[in-house]
Nanobody, 119 residues
Framework: QVQLQESGPGLVKPSQTLSLTCTVS??????????WSWIRQPPGKGREWMGA???????YYSESLKSRASISRDTSKNQFSLQLHSVTPDDTAVYYC???????????WGQGTQVTVSS
């Protein structure tokens, strides 16, 4: 059974950097040919794919966020992380990590973590 768990601060001030980590168990993040994604859902809106890191370490970002987002990994800890720079209140959302088995198709999800951007 694959499990994912998000962790990180629940409150971030505007203009600062949001940092989240996803810890994976039950599978290696280097297993071919899975991708490991970050997805968010703002209040009252649909889910938005933010980006992903592939089993080989390549990264992919949504066009709207690629100037502010950065995804990295620590294979020794079987973790991958998201940094989102220069946040605004519009970045307030529930943030999820997930395993992507086909383009925008996910089979395992973390429970999600609420991040609020507020001063």
């Amino acid at each position: 059974q694959v499990q994912l768990q998000e962790s990180g601060p629940g409150l971030v001030k505007p203009s600062q950097t949001l940092s989240l980590t996803c810890t994976v168990s039950g599978d290696s993040i280097t297993t071919s040919h899975f991708y490991w994604s970050w997805i968010r859902q703002p209040p009252g809106k649909g889910r938005e794919w933010m980006g992903a890191i592939a089993y080989d370490g390549d990264t992919y970002y949504s066009e709207s966020l690629k100037s502010r987002a950065s995804i990295s990994r620590d294979t020794s800890k079987n973790q991958f992380s998201l940094q989102l720079h220069s946040v605004t209140p519009d970045d307030t959302a529930v943030y999820y990590c997930a395993r992507e088995v086909a383009p925008h198709t996910y089979d395992y999800w973390g429970q999600g973590t609420q991040v609020t951007v507020s001063s």
